[in-house]
Each structure stands twice: as structure tokens, then as C-alpha cells.
């Protein structure tokens, strides 16, 4: 299994962890074909399939279990799960 889609599933994971960091997911989605962009607001906007998601950077390399919640959602709806990649 490629460390990019192990990055997918360690967002769709239950119980939720506490330690993914954003640098690799952002590296993870783009592997998949999203077009990320980090403004100066500590903000990564994410582009897939025509949608857009804001992902909030904090100052810490980790995501916020906030930040994977609401990415989690984002991938259902665009269609990038670890079921649908390969």
C-alpha cells in the first residue's frame, strides 16, 4: 500500500488520530490530482473535482481534529475515500 493512500485512510480512521500532519496530507491529495494552494491566512485551499475546501493550518505540523472532520467530509463528497483509490 502507498504511503499517500495510507494518509487517506489514517483521515477516514476510527477512532480518529491526533497526529496527521498536514504537510503529508497535502502532499497525499495532490499525489491523487488535487491542486492545494497555502495562502499567507494559514489557510490550504484545496481543489478537486470542480469543489473547493479551506483547510485551516494551525502552527503546530499536526491537523486539528476539526480540520480532519471537516476534510473527511470534503473527500466523501468529491469522491476520494480509500475505497475509491487505488
Excluded: C, W
Excluded at 494518509?7 to 477512532?15: L, Q
Excluded at 495532490?30 to 485551499?45: P, S, T
Amino acid at each position: 500500500m502507498s504511503k499517500h493512500k495510507q494518509k487517506i485512510e489514517k483521515i477516514f480512521a476510527h477512532p480518529m488520530s491526533g497526529n496527521i500532519e498536514a504537510k503529508k496530507v497535502i502532499s497525499a491529495l495532490e499525489h491523487y490530482g488535487a491542486k492545494v494552494e497555502v495562502n499567507k491566512e494559514h489557510r490550504a485551499i484545496v481543489h478537486y473535482n470542480g469543489k473547493e475546501h479551506s483547510l485551516t493550518l494551525s502552527h503546530r505540523p499536526e491537523l486539528s481534529k476539526d480540520a480532519v472532520v471537516k476534510l473527511r467530509h470534503y473527500l466523501e463528497e468529491v469522491g476520494l475515500t480509500p475505497e475509491k483509490i487505488d
